[in-house]
């Protein structure tokens, strides 16, 4: 749930003034035009790849369902059909309350989801707006605005894509070629693209009508319930960077317009004004069509009456300012060791005061570091949400909560600005935060609603307008749904839309899969299991970040949350420790990163990594560590950080070489010691400057190899970074190839074949089977989804990919790699035609007569089991697959259009009863050996005689199934034929019954 560290006030426009005091200079962000054209060749990689008819499953998980960010109903007379926009989980559409739901937008240049607006006069237009809203250091922009006129089936780019992101999108109720945006504009750069847009022509064309500066975009639009010529625009004027958020400004403030969004005036009497304003959040109601309700993020510090009471422990920072050596001196052992707890300090209380006797530590000097790290701390506690209230269209406002709403927004009030007035009353409000409050007074008082199945942070809320008691509330744990005005909910959790940060794999079987997920901790969950089928277990809390599994037993794991919270934990022994390494009182205070890096070393689990700005080394798994490195970043912490920047985010130990050790920081070091951190040597030159490092990788198969991404997400530059050494560093050279350009989060190199390698985008995962010089997109049924890592499971040979948005892919790349396998004198990607081997068919006891039999005359229908039947072709054709008996009697023949590439027939183990029939004639017409029965007597096997329960004879109504044996899969193409032998095996634990996964062999649906 922190988005921000803890703090007592945002700093507020001196800070605006800074920004040229860090390393990374102002820029202009990468043109729309230039991301479009990217995302063009990404379609075109996307059609030739030769591995588009691979496909992954997603094995969730779903409980989490975050971040929803809005919610719409198209026709508020049908409350069965609604959609569905996550963060960065795209756009879902349900047409039977909830059951089930269905993607809409996944092929789309941008499934990052700002704002859904449906057309009052049409229920299936939808126009969506791209690019989140909410302003937080994880949300990713879109490419403008799209549009649907048959209920989301098609989809339309109809412009805007320089606004990055979308506040509010507003459908005119008398015109619907008359249509509003509110665009926010680059999350990290100063842009033009900010401000109020209008369309009279259905999108074609665009003019924008409302600007104020290259820092100030609109939060939110609202239209008059009666008359659509009067509407109301909120602006926000914000400047984040890497290091700094400063979300308010004096250029902020509501508009409202009485021409139809042509001309605008600043509306002011009664609002707040100055440099605390921050977003601003509009609501209007039909049951008051005069009514405008206003809600602010005041930033302004309170009145000093108002301030909390200070921190009075003897070593709070306002009394450091003030205080002596000798005063110091003076303190207890214990008010000294309090303050060491609280400033992440390492060293004892007696080490500590004689420094200070010695001379060589000052009070000052504390007060220096806490402040290094956190320059807010000595700010006051700011007013922070606030709701306004006019009833005469915005001339005047008076305050509306009586008393301040503490906790509402908490420390992070530019994640927050939606609310919801009921369309019955005008005095019934429901205000979106950390908690989910609600006033029926107007805004007067306020009780919170929610409870047990409601996570916290919420951004959007509908109201029923037939039943303005049934409300239906997106969070960050996704969909909760009220039909008695949100004293009780629904918990509705079936999409797999979670945002993983990392991933980890242990060595059990089935294998486990770990990650960190944004605020909702981290999760492991089996590899073997669908999405919808698959009990994923917390293991952690917070906003999830990474985890390490020590695979000798994959019972002790190291997980943790944003800013370094670590904490190991040993299944077996039901033991559990922190992870934290402390820096020392004279050094720079430690800066831990959001997603701070943690590394088992390969060589063995005892040692752990861990980075801040230095490099940390533990031989006991995390009890103990020892700084291995001084700092290894640029070092460009500015005095107005609030946040912890030149940081390490990544690290790699050389799987071949143990002290072989590269790390990378986020603002673009990357440096490498031969010698376990003895020495180290920087070697950024060559890299994109000032970029954060997303990923350095030792390679598993060469020593002086390693990889490197980085990823300008941070500075709103969407060109694509990747680089490969081959001597420790010394030199890079660029692997980027014919790799569209978009963010590159990650890379990983297969682990049989070194020129193999994987690169998660912002858009997807890619493959190069030549080390980098070119690059396909892999698998054909990936979303267009940010993917921020990967992983190739060493035993198996699965890709895991953990993406920002819709859980956790695995794909089977036994056949990418089979592809760089030799084949006589060449490699199987060189061959005109090659199958792949088959893997042992399962048949399941439903597939058996007697099941078949036993089941007639019930509503049971035997679910589909299908076996994957890979090829290779380097050209497309027409391709005829059959399947043979061991005796060379063909029982199924498959027609197939190839395309050039891998191919895939999933086959459900039918057979062509005719063929089938044929075979077993001929089997039985052989001549048994003395004392044998016929081989197959009963259905075509590869020999030898059936049990007792396949003695039954086939019926026409049934299904000829596949029996165990031997069998032949042969493929003939383009003059080509090649054949490869597999079995048929009858699965293990027999068969499960459907709706019923977890249910014993033979047992019934449980009731």
Request: aromatic fraction near 10%; glycine fraction near 10%; charge should be negative.
């Amino acid at each position: 749930m922190t988005h921000q560290r803890p703090r007592s006030v945002l700093a507020l426009a001196a800070a605006f003034a800074v920004a040229g005091a860090v390393a990374a200079s102002a820029q202009a962000p990468t043109p729309a035009a230039e991301r479009l054209a990217s995302f063009a060749a990404r379609q075109q990689m996307e059609q030739r790849s030769i591995f588009q008819s691979l496909t992954y499953r997603n094995i969730g998980p779903v409980q989490m369902n975050g971040r929803l960010v809005d919610v719409e109903f198209p026709d508020p007379k049908n409350p069965y059909t609604f959609l569905l926009a996550y963060a960065s989980g795209g756009l879902w559409k349900t047409t039977n309350n909830g059951t089930t739901f269905e993607p809409l937008m996944d092929a789309q240049s941008s499934i990052i989801m700002g704002d859904v607006a449906v057309d009052p006069r049409n229920p299936n237009v939808y126009w969506v707006g791209t690019g989140e809203k909410n302003e937080s250091r994880s949300t990713y922009s879109g490419t403008g605005v799209f549009k649907t006129t048959d209920g989301g089936k098609t989809w339309a780019h109809t412009g805007l894509a320089d606004t990055q992101r979308i506040a509010r999108i507003v459908v005119s109720p008398r015109d619907s070629n008359t249509v509003w945006v509110a665009a926010q504009g680059p999350l990290y750069t100063d842009s033009d693209a900010r401000g109020v847009y209008m369309t009279t022509d259905g999108g074609k064309t665009w003019k924008k009508t409302l600007y104020v500066d290259e820092q100030t975009g609109a939060s939110d639009l609202a239209i008059h319930p009666r008359n659509p010529k009067i509407l109301y625009a909120g602006m926000w004027q914000k400047d984040r960077k890497a290091w700094k958020n400063t979300p308010n400004g004096p250029n902020g403030g509501v508009y409202r317009s009485e021409d139809g969004g042509v001309t605008w005036k600043k509306l002011t009497s009664g609002l707040p004004s100055g440099d605390g304003l921050g977003r601003i959040g509009l609501a209007v109601t039909p049951a008051a069509p005069d009514t405008l309700y206003v809600t602010v993020d005041n930033q302004t510090p309170k009145p000093d009456k108002d301030q909390p009471k200070p921190d009075d422990s003897p070593l709070a920072p306002a009394k450091l300012k003030t205080m002596t050596e000798a005063q110091f001196l003076a303190l207890k052992d214990s008010d000294i060791q309090a303050f060491l707890r609280r400033s992440n300090t390492g060293d004892t209380v007696a080490e500590v005061r004689q420094l200070v006797k010695d001379g060589k530590l000052t009070v000052k000097d504390m007060l220096n570091r806490l402040l290094e790290n956190d320059a807010t701390l000595l700010d006051k506690e700011v007013i922070a949400a606030e709701l306004f209230r006019s009833t005469d269209r915005g001339n005047t406002f008076t305050q509306a909560n009586t008393n301040y709403l503490d906790g509402v927004y908490s420390t992070f009030g530019y994640y927050f600005a939606d609310f919801a007035v009921s369309p019955k009353d005008a005095n019934t409000i429901y205000l979106l935060g950390v908690p989910l409050i609600k006033s029926t007074d107007g805004g007067k008082t306020w009780k919170s609603v929610g409870g047990r199945g409601v996570h916290s942070d919420h951004h959007t809320l509908w109201i029923d307008p037939n039943f303005p008691d049934h409300i239906v509330n997106g969070n960050d744990g996704g969909l909760n749904i009220s039909w008695d005005g949100g004293k009780t909910f629904i918990d509705v959790a079936n999409i797999p839309v979670g945002q993983f940060y990392s991933l980890a794999v242990d060595m059990a079987e089935p294998y486990n899969v770990y990650g960190g997920l944004q605020d909702n901790g981290v999760y492991m969950g089996r590899s073997d299991r669908s999405y919808d089928n698959n009990e994923w277990r917390s293991i952690g809390g917070g906003d999830g970040m990474q985890v390490q599994v020590d695979t000798r037993t994959n019972k002790l794991y190291v997980r943790g949350s944003q800013y370094g919270s670590y904490r190991a934990t040993d299944e077996t022994t039901d033991k559990s420790w922190t992870v934290r390494p402390l820096s020392h009182i004279t050094e720079q205070m430690n800066r831990y990163n959001w997603q701070t890096p943690i590394l088992f070393s390969p060589h063995t689990p005892e040692i752990l990594y861990y980075g801040t700005q230095r490099l940390y080394r533990s031989f006991d798994q995390g009890r103990t560590f020892a700084a291995i490195s001084g700092d290894l970043t640029g070092n460009h912490q500015p005095n107005v950080s609030d946040t912890p920047y030149s940081t390490l985010v990544t690290i790699s130990e050389s799987p071949r070489t143990f002290g072989l050790i590269y790390v990378g920081s986020d603002d673009g070091r990357v440096h490498v010691t031969k010698d376990g951190g003895v020495t180290w040597t920087d070697v950024t030159e060559g890299l994109a400057k000032d970029r954060y490092v997303s990923r350095v990788i030792a390679s598993q198969h060469q020593d002086g190899v390693a990889y490197v991404t980085q990823t300008g997400y941070r500075n709103d530059d969407w060109h694509a970074y990747l680089f490969r050494t081959a001597d420790y560093g010394t030199t890079w050279t660029s692997i980027k190839g014919d790799m569209p350009d978009e963010p590159v989060n990650v890379i990983r190199e297969d682990p049989k074949h070194p020129e193999l390698l994987y690169a998660g985008t912002d858009l997807g995962v890619d493959v190069s089977l030549d080390t980098g010089q070119t690059w396909q997109t892999l698998g054909g049924n990936l979303p267009h989804v940010p993917v921020h890592d990967l992983l190739v499971h060493p035993r198996e040979n699965e890709l895991v990919v953990g993406t920002h948005g819709r859980s956790v892919y695995i794909l089977d790349v036994k056949p990418v790699q089979a592809l760089l396998d030799p084949a006589g004198q060449a490699r199987v990607i060189d061959q005109p035609l090659h199958v792949f081997a088959v893997k042992d068919v399962q048949a399941p006891a439903s597939w058996t007569r007697q099941f078949q039999q036993q089941m007639r005359g019930s509503f049971f229908e035997i679910p589909e089991q299908t076996s994957p039947l890979f090829y290779y072709t380097k050209a497309a054709g027409k391709a005829t697959l059959t399947i043979k008996d061991a005796d060379g009697n063909p029982l199924r023949v498959i027609e197939n259009d190839a395309r050039a590439g891998i191919n895939v027939v999933e086959w459900n183990g039918v057979l062509d009863t005719d063929l089938a029939k044929k075979a077993e004639a001929a089997r039985q017409a052989k001549t048994p050996a003395p004392g044998e029965r016929p081989a197959g007597a009963r259905g075509p096997r590869g020999g030898g005689a059936p049990p007792a329960a396949q003695e039954i004879p086939f019926e026409d109504w049934m299904k000829w199934y596949v029996e165990p044996g031997s069998y032949t899969l042969e493929v003939a193409l383009n003059g080509q034929t090649q054949s490869v032998n597999f079995k048929v095996v009858r699965a293990a634990g027999g068969f499960r019954f459907f709706g019923d996964p977890d249910a014993e062999p033979g047992q019934k649906p449980s009731k």
